[in-house]
């Protein structure tokens, strides 16, 4: 999610590499289906397994889309059925 990016980045110089590297890919907008999602995929992992808003902002928009979730991160999102995801290799 761009905003997670942006939020992550610990400097102004560091949020314009991340906004530089960030203009090579596609953004999706929210939409209605992916806000239910969100709800849907917080109801069902929120408690079970931690899942926090902004990941289930970017499952639910990787589902919706069918696309691939490429992450560090992917103790925050294995657990999702239906969600591919891609660690990638330093």
Same mark, same amino acid.
């Given at each position: ?8 980045? %610990?400097? @102004? ?7 530089? /590297?960030?203009?090579? $890919?596609? &953004? /999706? =907008?929210?939409?209605? #289906?992916?806000?239910?999602? !969100?709800? #849907?995929?917080?109801? !069902? /992992?929120? @408690?079970?397994?931690?899942? &926090? &808003?902004? =990941?289930? *902002?970017?499952?639910?928009?990787? &589902?919706?889309? @069918?696309?691939? *979730?490429?992450?560090? @991160?992917? =103790? =925050? $999102?294995? $657990?999702?059925?239906?969600? %591919? ?6």
């Amino acid at each position: 999610m761009y905003v997670e990016c942006l939020q992550g980045s %610990k400097s @102004n110089r560091e949020r314009r590499i991340v906004e530089s /590297y960030l203009t090579r $890919f596609e &953004l /999706y =907008d929210l939409t209605a #289906d992916i806000s239910a999602r !969100t709800i #849907d995929l917080i109801r !069902t /992992y929120s @408690n079970t397994h931690g899942l &926090l &808003l902004a =990941d289930g *902002l970017i499952a639910a928009t990787c &589902l919706g889309h @069918n696309v691939t *979730l490429v992450t560090y @991160n992917v =103790d =925050d $999102f294995h $657990f999702i059925h239906g969600l %591919k995801w891609l660690r990638p290799t330093v």
